[in-house]
């Protein structure tokens, strides 16, 4: 009996002292089981011969390498033009910088066919920016083009993000130490500054290039076909239903879990080896 109580009272101290802990880790659970239980069920419980069959679909197979090359290519422009700015933000001060912060968040709230629907104001063929696209061939309406801008437009802000709070944690005075030393300021961005943001700058390129391919409403204003992988999941569910739209959707999840899982596990490694 002795040894019963000793062990309760045990197990309530433990709990009173972890408690916050454990609250926690319930919460987590059941977040975690919130996002992956729908995923699961999808990918796992869809019908394995209509999953095989959208594996051997040329059309399908076509759309998801689209999606992802125009993702990549989205990632790489925003990471080009997108870093100056976050450096710009991190480290300068200057009138309505508040105000221009706020602006770059902005694509992240407006509802993507509305952003579509503005890109269209600007870039459509009868609108200023098109029409001068449109004298050199380059046209943003049912192009690849098209996919790329709206891509940039709603992802972008969590690459410029990221990258602004990588450069805002790097010391100042390493950055003066290595002027000193006779360093020019492009020197000292490529050797001191970038490296030590380069995990924050790489976490929202990834985040970019994640959003770019989830990328449905901003898309589909601008270009219907042709189709992103987004795009053909919802023509599918309108003409044919789940069956036909569940194999799509579950072979698009497979190949983003195993790249992003995959991206993960190596910047673990790469920080554990830090």
Not at 110 to 135: C, D, E, M, Q, S
Request: aromatic share 14%; glycine share 6%.
């Amino acid at each position: 009996m002795e040894v019963w109580q000793k062990f309760a009272r045990t197990a309530g101290n433990n709990f009173k002292r972890h408690r916050l802990l454990v609250l926690f880790s319930v919460f987590s659970l059941l977040i975690l089981l919130f996002i992956l239980v729908p995923l699961f069920k999808m990918v796992f419980l869809s019908n394995k011969e209509a999953l095989w069959q959208a594996v051997r679909d040329t059309n399908v197979l076509k759309s998801i390498w689209l999606t992802l090359y125009a993702a990549l290519i989205t990632a790489a422009i925003g990471f080009v033009l997108g870093v100056p700015l976050a450096y710009i933000l991190a480290r300068h001060n200057f009138p309505l910088k508040g105000v221009v912060e706020g602006l770059i968040d902005l694509p992240i709230v407006v509802p993507h066919t509305a952003a579509g629907i503005a890109l269209l104001f600007v870039f459509g063929r009868n609108y200023l920016l098109g029409k001068w696209f449109g004298a050199i061939g380059i046209n943003f309406v049912d192009s690849l083009a098209g996919i790329i801008i709206a891509m940039l437009f709603v992802s972008v802000p969590f690459l410029i993000n990221s990258a602004k709070d990588g450069f805002r944690k790097v010391d100042v005075r390493l950055e003066n130490v290595a002027r000193t030393l006779g360093a020019s300021p492009w020197q000292v961005f490529r050797r001191v500054t970038f490296p030590l943001a380069q995990r924050s700058i790489l976490s929202g390129t990834l985040m970019m290039w994640a959003r770019g391919i989830s990328e449905f409403g901003a898309v589909i204003i601008l270009t219907y076909f042709p189709m992103v992988t987004s795009i053909l999941i919802y023509q599918r569910f309108e003409s044919y239903g789940l069956t036909q739209a569940v194999p799509v959707a579950a072979l698009l999840i497979i190949v983003c879990a195993l790249i992003f899982i995959g991206f993960r596990y190596i910047l673990q490694r790469e920080k554990k080896h830090d």
